[in-house]
């Protein structure tokens, strides 16, 4: 085990030393082989992606706080000191800012080099996915090793978990340049207004009735 291992944590045990001398190492040594792979991808992916991480605070930290000069006037000129110690003084100053300025420069650059790796590629999505893969897969051969289950079902946790790790994905979203496209040329549609005439239908002729009123005549009857 090197030095590095034994000072960083590991997210998966070693599965040389957790199936040495089992019964799946017999049965199914080519499973063990792909499990103790895509442990060793979850160890690097995850180291990797702290590191990228711990470079970029520091980073930042560094390019945003700068530091401090001595100031253009020394503490220990006084009104006997000549104007060439007060220019070499200045001159002085100027370098340290110049210095400052490409320090701060290089520290921003590797703050957003670290930044843009680990959204570019997301390397934290990726060494998860990575990790579940493994989990899924030990789970199925901790299972065969006693004897629950059988190869077939071994062999469809492994077809599962290759799903869970997928492909690498490029992200642009962090380090994209702006896109080169041009604008669309379609040119404007064509149609033609609508050419129908207003309705031609006249108002209505009928006439208003002409019945006459009534010609009855008031009754005739006596008093009895």
């Known amino acids: ?91 002085k100053e100027i370098k340290q800012l110049h210095d400052q300025k490409v320090a701060s420069q290089i520290f921003g650059f590797l703050a957003a080099v670290s930044i843009s790796l680990m959204t570019a590629f997301n390397l934290g999505a990726k060494s998860n996915d990575t990790r579940n893969a493994w989990r899924e897969l030990n789970a199925a051969v901790l299972k065969f090793n006693q004897n629950i289950i059988g190869k077939r079902e071994v062999i469809a946790a492994y077809e599962h978990a290759e799903t869970l790790i997928g492909g690498l994905i490029f992200t642009k979203d962090g380090i994209s340049s702006p896109g080169t496209g041009q604008p669309g040329t379609g040119q404007p549609g064509t149609g033609q207004p609508g050419t129908g ?9 009928g006439q208003p009735g002409t019945g006459q009123p009534g010609t009855g005549q008031p009754g005739t009857g006596q008093e009895s």
């Open 1 to 91: 085990m090197s030095i590095i291992d034994k000072l960083i944590l590991r997210p998966v045990p070693d599965v040389e030393e957790l199936y040495k001398n089992s019964h799946v190492k017999e049965e199914l040594p080519e499973i063990l082989k792909i499990l103790a792979l895509w442990g060793k991808n979850t160890t690097n992916l995850w180291r990797l992606h702290i590191i990228l991480g711990i470079t970029a605070t520091i980073f930042s930290i560094l390019a945003a706080i700068g530091f401090s000069s001595t100031g253009i006037i020394p503490d220990t000129l006084d009104d006997k000191n000549n104007s060439t110690v007060i220019m070499q003084a200045a001159v």
């Open 197 to 205: 005439q207003p309705g031609t239908g006249q108002p209505g002729t």
